[in-house]
């Protein structure tokens, strides 16, 4: 259904090429990325509760996995603080969305939903603090979200 293109086979042949020595490389460095802070906070427990700060000799700053790079960073509080940013901003738009009664705002919560979702997504594969490409994106969202609360009517 999908027109054959040279930019669709390019996409088709990333997305099935599985057992490439590129695919092995890129595929480790996520888990390696969400793993590793877990196993040195197992070893120094003492920084499971507020992470080892900026602590750049130590760890990477082009971190693959947006979750393990902040609870090494900022350990289990600020990782559970991330995790309600995102789930938050989930359930309010999904919530504003069931109770929009123009197709506009309809449009516009499921639009910061699916912007919510995606950002909890690609949080596994990269580090979009430091996207700025995306990171606009998600901000945008989370402003929209709360100047829509701020400035709540009833009319839509």
């Not at 902040?70 to 309600?84: A, E, K, S």
Request: aromatic share 10%; charged share 20%.
């Amino acid at each position: 259904i999908i027109p054959k293109t040279a930019v669709n086979e390019q996409i088709e042949n990333r997305l099935c090429d599985t057992g490439t020595a590129s695919y092995e490389r890129s595929s480790h460095a996520r888990v390696r990325d969400f793993v590793t802070p877990f196993k040195r906070a197992w070893n120094k427990p003492g920084i499971i509760l507020l992470g080892m700060g900026p602590a750049k000799d130590v760890m990477r700053t082009d971190s693959h996995n947006e979750y393990g790079w902040l609870f090494q960073r900022y350990g289990l509080v600020g990782l559970i603080l991330y995790i309600m940013l995102i789930y938050k901003g989930l359930k309010y738009s999904l919530f504003k969305y069931g109770q929009a009664r123009s197709a506009e705002y309809q449009i516009l919560y499921l639009s910061i939903a699916c912007a919510m979702l995606n950002w909890a997504i690609f949080c596994m594969a990269e580090n979009i603090l430091k996207q700025i490409q995306l990171m606009p994106l998600n901000m945008i969202a989370l402003g929209l979200i709360g100047e829509l609360e701020m400035g709540s009517t009833n009319e839509h």
